[in-house]
């Protein structure tokens, strides 16, 4: 679909370790990843579908881990994403048909948006439970519009499922990192089928970065205890800055 050289492809893969590490610490990988699909010069609606299969294969893996250490809740993480997917669909399929400034401009706000999100505080409330036996009426709208953000862009969708997790189903940490992985999981396969469907994915490009998050994921992984969390959000920050103001040059607004 798109021509690259081969140092591209190496570029790539590298950026992918460095993403696929920050997400580890502190989350927010597609802040880095669609960003940096988009100026390779990729169509924005290519790079949002060519984004997913890394988050696929990403969120599949996270899942398994949770299910084999025995910590799961399958039927409540069950119901939360199949309230996601009516959303996520109409959210892929819309994100196809939005003209590609305006993506853009959307991209660069919600990068701003994760950016300054990075430095709130934490919540100090202790209160937390494990599940709960029936979901509140507010979950039902709020997941359905979590679904199609996700399926429209995807980036920063962990930070805000697990705002609403926590605060308005009052999950505890653990238990919501848990159910926002297979969340995302699940809204990803049809948000993905959408962007095939609609010739939206280059898969050689996004394979390679896939392999390079996982990698980076890994070592991050293997790191993550040693690392200076507040230092990595500095990092991550500095890097969505320097790819916003990117953006904005390439769209000639600044």
Not at 163 to 178: D, P, W
Not at 219 to 235: G, I, N, P, Q, T
């Amino acid at each position: 679909m798109f021509e690259y050289q081969f140092t591209d492809y190496i570029l790539l893969f590298l950026f992918g370790n460095f993403a696929g590490f920050i997400n580890v610490v502190a989350g927010g990988g597609s802040t880095l990843t669609l960003p940096f699909l988009i100026l390779m010069g990729m169509d924005t609606s290519v790079a949002n579908g060519t984004n997913r299969i890394g988050i696929l294969t990403q969120t599949m893996a996270a899942s398994l881990s949770f299910r084999k250490s025995k910590f799961k809740d399958t039927n409540l993480s069950f119901k939360l994403a199949m309230l996601t997917v009516p959303g996520a669909v109409l959210g892929a399929f819309y994100s196809t048909q939005i003209d590609e400034e305006s993506f853009q401009i959307i991209v660069v706000i919600v990068m701003v948006g994760v950016a300054i999100s990075l430095f709130i505080p934490k919540s100090k409330k202790k209160e937390y439970v494990d599940t709960i036996k029936k979901l509140p009426f507010i979950a039902y709208p709020l997941m359905l519009l979590l679904g199609f953000y996700a399926g429209f862009i995807q980036v920063g969708i962990g930070f805000l499922i697990m705002a609403i997790l926590s605060v308005v189903l009052n999950l505890n940490m653990k238990r919501v990192n848990m159910h926002k992985v297979f969340i995302v999981f699940i809204n990803t396969i049809p948000t993905l089928i959408i962007f095939i469907i609609t010739d939206n994915v280059d898969w050689v490009t996004g394979i390679i970065l896939s392999f390079g998050t996982s990698l980076g994921a890994w070592w991050s992984a293997k790191l993550s205890l040693k690392m200076d969390e507040k230092f990595v959000k500095l990092m991550l920050f500095i890097a969505i800055t320097a790819m916003a103001i990117k953006l904005l040059s390439k769209m000639g607004i600044i």
